[in-house]
């Protein structure tokens, strides 16, 4: 039996050798050994993502390969995202949250784990997609009377995008209306402050916590 960090290794490794055979493998592995699901994209299939990702920037993988990989890793999600789904255990809802890749951005990989995973933290989620206007956010929030605004963006690139947000929400009086959380590759706490955000979340699970708190505070 393969132990939990040869099994992340293998997850690893199916990302950056983009076989898909491999993942689907071990991502079954993941379910028979009970080990959590969460923890193996955190520990196994974003680390080969990184690998990818430090490769590409240096030029030693190419566009294709980047699919390639991405493709491979929503082939083990679609194993690892029913058991995810299935650990939900809250009846009631928490609170909307409607999320998506801010404008530009085609990246969304990381947002739909989010998102996978604050629907089982017990959030409604409405999932935008990707490559969202800034107006199409706003105008989803109040549609849907959300109280969180979550905006992913992966690139330095369209993290423009995001203080966007803010800015149309100030235009429309709407800001004190919404919480906004942001992450994403290249965010930061200290960009999620420049640009008067709620909260900067590193991980999905983060976003979790975060939206958690924020609301919590909003009942006191
Ligand atoms: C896979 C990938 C692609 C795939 C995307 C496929 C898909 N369906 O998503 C494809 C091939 C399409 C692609 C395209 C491009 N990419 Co690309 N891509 C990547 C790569 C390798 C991995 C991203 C990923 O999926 N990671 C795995 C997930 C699980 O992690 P994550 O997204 O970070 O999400 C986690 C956290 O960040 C967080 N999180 C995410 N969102 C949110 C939101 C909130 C609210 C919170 C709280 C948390 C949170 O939680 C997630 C789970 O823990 C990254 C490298 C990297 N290290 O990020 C480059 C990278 C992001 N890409 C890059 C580039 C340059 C491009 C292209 C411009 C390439 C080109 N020449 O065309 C295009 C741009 C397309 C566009 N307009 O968006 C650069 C960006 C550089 C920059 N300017 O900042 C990177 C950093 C690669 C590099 N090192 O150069 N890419």
């Known amino acids: ?17 983009a076989d898909k055979e491999m993942a689907r ?17 955190e520990k ?3 680390k080969g993502m990184d690998i990818i990702g430090e490769r590409f920037s ?62 089982t933290g017990g959030f409604e989620v409405h999932d935008l997609g990707v490559d969202v206007s800034s107006f199409s956010f706003v105008e989803a929030a109040q549609k849907n ?12 690139t369209t993290m423009p995008g995001q203080k966007e947000v803010m800015e149309v929400l100030k235009e429309m009086g709407l800001r004190e209306q919404y919480y906004v959380i942001v ?14 955000a709620d909260g900067y979340g590193e991980t999905a699970a983060d976003a979790v916590l975060l939206a958690r708190d924020l609301l919590t505070e909003k009942k006191k």
Not at 25 to 41: F, H, N
Request: glycine residues 8%; hydrophobic residues 45%; negative net charge.
């Open 145 to 156: 009377r959300a109280d969180v605004i979550a905006l992913s963006s992966l690139m330095t």
């Open 1 to 17: 039996m393969m132990t939990k960090e040869e099994i992340f290794d293998r997850l690893s490794f199916s990302i950056v050798k």
């Open 58 to 119: 240096k030029m030693e993988a190419f566009l294709p390969e980047l699919m390639m990989a991405a493709q491979t890793f929503d082939t083990a999600m679609e194993i690892l995202e029913p058991e995810i789904a299935a650990q939900k255990r809250e009846v009631s809802t928490r609170g909307t949250i409607v999320i998506g890749s801010v404008k530009g951005d085609v990246h969304n990989i990381g947002k739909n784990i989010v998102a996978t995973v604050l629907k």
């Open 183 to 196: 992450g994403g590759g290249p965010v930061n706490q200290q960009w999620a402050d420049q640009i008067g």
């Open 44 to 46: 196994g299939l974003s």
């Open 25 to 41: 493998e071990t991502a079954q592995e993941v379910i028979t050994q009970k080990i959590d699901p969460i923890e193996a994209i």
